[in-house]
């Protein structure tokens, strides 16, 4: 009994060394930046994560984030952050304040994924709904790329594919990465959380359908769903830009966008199961000139 109890105790602190240090070595980076594709910048980032181990598995989430567009960069990772395994590293570069006094930093989720990027407000969507079970500030004097030590202007490459690289390649534990941060003094930014009032619903419209403009907010389906809307229902729309209203409509609440006919708006829950709107074959964002970020709002009432 004593060797069974003896090997089971062993097993456990195997389990926990795993889960506290091994968990980000399963050898994935995942590359987000506002950088594009024109250049050659990102084939430099993948170029020094192959540098120090051939053996990690590169791949990209988006290269055309806005440029500067922190919000969109946030959004981004909280829509595909969830889907990777325990122990993926991502590296997000959308940086306008690249060699100030920002933070560069690597948070783990409470769900055990790795995301390297500077903290200035990237972090707040993932934060919130994945948790942070930790953040640590990079030690540039050893978590950086030796011969960039006079380039202040690609930490992309220099720090954070370098960091997330000897991360997930295991060559550093994310203990040694550098020191421990408070999670309240992540940086965040604002914007109006989805809410239910007296029926009505207030959200963000935190990103656009891009290829086709249609327009999603961050109002979940299951709040959505207090309205007790069925499919046909119309409902009531206003659309806001820091507090000045562009958009006033009335549209169905429909399954599909086939559900109206061609240039007919619609409401509908997207493929993140959250309140969307659309026209049908057409350019919802263009037509009415919306666009998406924390300063742009909306309200949504049953008629």
Known sequence: MIHISLRFGLAVAAMLLIWGVG?????????????????????????????????????????????????????????????WPVGTVFVSVVDPGVGTARKSVVMRTKSGQFIVTPDNGTLTLVAETLGIGEIREIDEAVNRRPESRGSYTFHGRDVYSYTAARLAAGVIR???????????????????????????????????????????????????????????DVLLVKLMYKGREVYRGEMPYEETFGSVGVGKPLAYLNSLMQLSFALNQGNFAAVNQIASGGEWTVEVRKK
């Open 23 to 83: 968990r980000a070595q399963n050898k994935i980076v995942v590359y987000q930046s506002d950088f594009g594709l024109k250049d050659g910048a990102v084939s430099e980032m993948k170029g020094v994560a192959m540098g120090v181990s051939a053996d990690l598995r590169l791949f990209d989430l988006t290269h055309e984030i806005p440029a500067y567009n922190i919000w969109d960069a946030a959004y981004r990772l909280q829509q595909t952050v969830p889907y």
């Open 174 to 232: 994310f203990d040694q990465v550098g020191p421990l941060l408070p999670r309240q003094e992540v940086v965040s930014l604002p914007y109006q959380r989805a809410v239910l009032t007296d029926g009505v619903i207030r959200g963000t419209i935190p990103v656009l359908d891009v290829q086709y403009g249609n327009v999603w907010t961050n109002i979940p389906g299951e709040m959505f769903g207090q309205l007790k809307v069925s499919f046909g």
